[in-house]
């Protein structure tokens, strides 16, 4: 390439050419707008200096090759809004950025001046800065701020730390050695009187071969909330979470619920007691729980949260199947993968010298449909997501068919799990096999009244507690009272059931909740 001598001028040497890093900055604010309800800050900041160190790795051979820092800088931003940049903002600022190139050469041109690279790499620059101020302006910075602007972060940290504080009397076991104990959450599995009212589907077989191993599989079953995010943070804490959302009570945001799963007040009463916490990988990240002293996951890297995305939302998809060598990344075929993983992992789980709590999230069978009764994959017809309710993809026959076949194969799954966790145990285990919330075929996240609160609020939940009182276990028992239960069975607490209610968001704020008690029993008209 032939460079304009007037391109080293030393007068130029104060142009500093950062327009590919700026733009960069640009593409994920942009992008983590989209996420940030269920995307920590921290996962923007990882991205953005990810793609950051890319960028300055790639300016190394493209100045090799092209020996010019401004022309390198022209080729660094072609190559970050190529690759790292969603449609919407490439064809807004690449459109802008060629107009006003084509602008500079016609001024140029009629002033008859010699066109210089360093003029375009001034010109990206100062239009980098004037994109960045527009996103940090107006409706972007508002819509970014405000919600981290609704919790009070300092009171939050302090019921964080609350929940972690261990017991203020100590544990008594009733029982050396304890159990093992398994928590196994089957995301958005229904009640059998739920399955058979709305989707005519017998689903006996599977509580039957429950009953027969020694299950206690209560027929009224109930969640206390309609979504995940709420109703695992819940069972964990043994609490409602009006409890400990005082803090962020107005916020949209649903990550900060994560401390709440990683380190919960279970988990804190029982390593009290001496138990050694193992968590399985699930593509949810809310509850992907690393901070386990045992972190199982089929790969050795993860890619979740706002990096997959970000990812999954740019062109950087086309790096998806390279990617899957390495690390977990969630796509259709992942999805398979990990679930049968989970399952796979719960059943082979070897003996260890301390007592275990393994939680284990499988987001099954929830959307998307992926196995047929058989366990076969199966193409759900769109991209990968975890979309439902009123925000699933299909019709409600799709939904209806899909979800059936699903339950099949959890429950092929779950009987040689449970086999296998039974007959690889020296003590009788605690197994606790609970839905997070029921199935959404009619449920309407935005609104109560539109939601049939009898299908979302049903769930599929067996216990088995060997030694225990069967007259401690209500028939009618809600999600947030299983561990209250486990633990005045086994570490001797003394912990009383709380009131069984459910709870409903409200459209105006994720964790103003309106109580549905009374409507959650109804059944609800066919549809």
Same mark, same amino acid.
């Given at each position: 390439?032939?460079?304009?001598?007037?391109?080293?001028?030393?007068?130029?040497?104060?142009?500093?050419?950062?327009?590919?890093?700026?733009?960069?900055?640009?593409?994920?604010?942009?992008?983590?707008?989209?996420?940030?309800?269920?995307?920590?800050?921290?996962?923007?900041?990882?991205?953005?200096?990810?793609?950051?160190?890319?960028?300055?790795?790639?300016?190394? $051979?493209?100045?090799?090759?092209?020996?010019?820092? !401004?022309?390198?800088?022209?080729?660094?931003?072609?190559?970050? +809004?190529?690759?790292?940049?969603?449609?919407?903002?490439?064809?807004?600022?690449?459109?802008?950025?060629?107009?006003?190139?084509?602008?500079?050469?016609?001024?140029?041109?009629?002033?008859?001046?010699?066109?210089?690279?360093?003029?375009?790499?001034?010109?990206?620059?100062?239009?980098?800065? +004037?994109?960045?101020?527009?996103?940090?302006?107006?409706?972007?910075?508002?819509?970014?701020?405000?919600?981290?602007? =609704?919790?009070?972060?300092?009171?939050?940290?302090?019921?964080?730390?609350?929940?972690?504080?261990?017991?203020?009397?100590?544990?008594? $076991?009733?029982?050396?050695?304890?159990?093992?104990?398994?928590?196994? /959450?089957?995301?958005? !599995?229904?009640?059998?009187?739920?399955?058979?009212?709305? !989707?005519?589907?017998?689903?006996?077989?599977?509580?039957?071969?429950?009953?027969?191993?020694?299950?206690?599989?209560?027929?009224?079953?109930?969640?206390?909330?309609?979504?995940?995010? +709420?109703? #695992?943070?819940?069972?964990?804490?043994?609490?409602?979470?009006?409890?400990?959302?005082?803090?962020?009570?107005?916020?949209?945001?649903?990550?900060?619920?994560?401390?709440?799963?990683?380190?919960?007040?279970?988990?804190?009463?029982?390593?009290?007691?001496?138990?050694?916490?193992?968590?399985?990988?699930?593509?949810?990240?809310?509850?992907?729980?690393?901070?386990?002293?045992? !972190?199982?996951?089929?790969?050795?890297?993860?890619?979740?949260?706002?990096?997959?995305?970000? /990812?999954?939302?740019?062109?950087?998809?086309?790096?998806?199947?390279?990617?899957?060598?390495?690390?977990?990344?969630? =796509?259709?075929?992942?999805?398979?993968?990990?679930?049968?993983?989970?399952?796979?992992?719960?059943?082979?789980?070897?003996?260890?010298?301390?007592?275990?709590?393994?939680?284990?999230?499988?987001?099954?069978?929830?959307?998307?449909? /992926?196995?047929?009764?058989?366990?076969? $994959?199966?193409?759900?017809?769109?991209?990968?997501?975890?979309?439902?309710?009123?925000?699933?993809?299909?019709?409600?026959?799709?939904?209806?068919?899909?979800?059936?076949?699903?339950?099949?194969?959890?429950?092929?799954?779950?009987?040689?799990?449970?086999?296998?966790? +039974?007959?690889?145990?020296?003590?009788?285990? /605690?197994?606790?096999? =609970?839905?997070?919330?029921?199935?959404?075929?009619?449920?309407?996240?935005?609104?109560?009244?539109?939601?049939?609160?009898?299908?979302?609020?049903?769930?599929?939940?067996?216990?088995?507690?060997?030694?225990?009182?069967?007259?401690?276990?209500?028939?009618?028992?809600?999600?947030?009272?299983?561990?209250?239960? #486990?633990?005045?069975?086994?570490?001797? =607490?003394?912990?009383?059931?709380? $009131?069984?209610?459910?709870?409903?968001?409200?459209?105006?704020?994720?964790?103003?909740?309106?109580?549905?008690?009374?409507?959650?029993? #109804?059944?609800?008209?066919?549809?």
């Amino acid at each position: 390439m032939r460079l304009h001598p007037g391109d080293h001028q030393t007068s130029m040497k104060r142009i500093y050419n950062f327009h590919p890093y700026v733009f960069t900055l640009v593409s994920v604010l942009y992008v983590y707008l989209l996420a940030q309800v269920v995307s920590p800050y921290r996962q923007f900041l990882t991205v953005l200096l990810v793609l950051t160190a890319i960028l300055g790795g790639l300016s190394f $051979p493209v100045n090799h090759f092209i020996k010019n820092r !401004y022309w390198s800088g022209v080729v660094l931003t072609a190559l970050a +809004l190529s690759l790292f940049t969603p449609r919407e903002i490439f064809y807004l600022v690449g459109g802008t950025l060629a107009v006003s190139a084509g602008v500079l050469f016609i001024i140029l041109k009629i002033l008859k001046k010699p066109f210089k690279i360093v003029y375009t790499a001034l010109l990206f620059d100062i239009l980098s800065l +004037l994109f960045l101020a527009l996103f940090l302006s107006g409706v972007f910075v508002e819509s970014l701020y405000r919600p981290f602007n =609704t919790v009070d972060w300092a009171n939050y940290r302090e019921q964080i730390a609350d929940v972690q504080q261990p017991p203020a009397q100590p544990v008594s $076991p009733s029982q050396n050695p304890l159990p093992d104990i398994y928590f196994i /959450v089957l995301d958005a !599995y229904g009640r059998n009187d739920v399955l058979q009212r709305y !989707y005519a589907f017998d689903n006996h077989e599977i509580t039957d071969f429950l009953t027969r191993r020694g299950f206690f599989v209560p027929e009224h079953s109930r969640s206390n909330y309609p979504k995940t995010v +709420l109703s #695992v943070p819940s069972m964990l804490n043994m609490q409602f979470t009006q409890e400990f959302t005082t803090s962020f009570a107005d916020s949209p945001l649903w990550w900060v619920m994560k401390p709440l799963v990683d380190h919960n007040r279970v988990r804190t009463i029982l390593e009290s007691a001496g138990y050694q916490t193992i968590a399985i990988a699930t593509d949810w990240q809310i509850t992907n729980n690393t901070t386990a002293d045992i !972190y199982l996951s089929p790969k050795p890297f993860y890619i979740g949260g706002f990096s997959a995305f970000y /990812v999954s939302y740019t062109p950087l998809r086309i790096f998806i199947p390279l990617l899957r060598q390495f690390a977990f990344f969630p =796509t259709v075929e992942a999805h398979r993968d990990l679930t049968n993983y989970i399952f796979d992992t719960l059943a082979d789980l070897p003996p260890t010298q301390s007592p275990k709590f393994i939680f284990a999230h499988a987001v099954v069978p929830h959307p998307p449909f /992926v196995f047929d009764a058989q366990g076969n $994959p199966v193409d759900p017809g769109y991209a990968f997501s975890f979309n439902d309710a009123n925000d699933f993809p299909g019709s409600s026959k799709d939904y209806r068919t899909g979800y059936i076949e699903q339950v099949q194969f959890v429950n092929a799954r779950l009987e040689t799990t449970v086999d296998a966790i +039974l007959q690889n145990s020296t003590v009788p285990p /605690v197994i606790i096999i =609970t839905a997070d919330h029921g199935p959404g075929m009619f449920t309407d996240f935005t609104s109560a009244e539109n939601t049939c609160l009898n299908e979302r609020f049903s769930i599929f939940m067996a216990l088995y507690l060997p030694g225990a009182d069967p007259a401690a276990i209500p028939d009618d028992i809600t999600s947030v009272n299983i561990f209250r239960i #486990v633990l005045n069975t086994y570490l001797g =607490t003394d912990l009383p059931l709380l $009131p069984n209610q459910q709870y409903y968001m409200q459209p105006s704020s994720f964790y103003r909740l309106q109580d549905v008690t009374r409507q959650v029993d #109804v059944p609800c008209p066919q549809r």
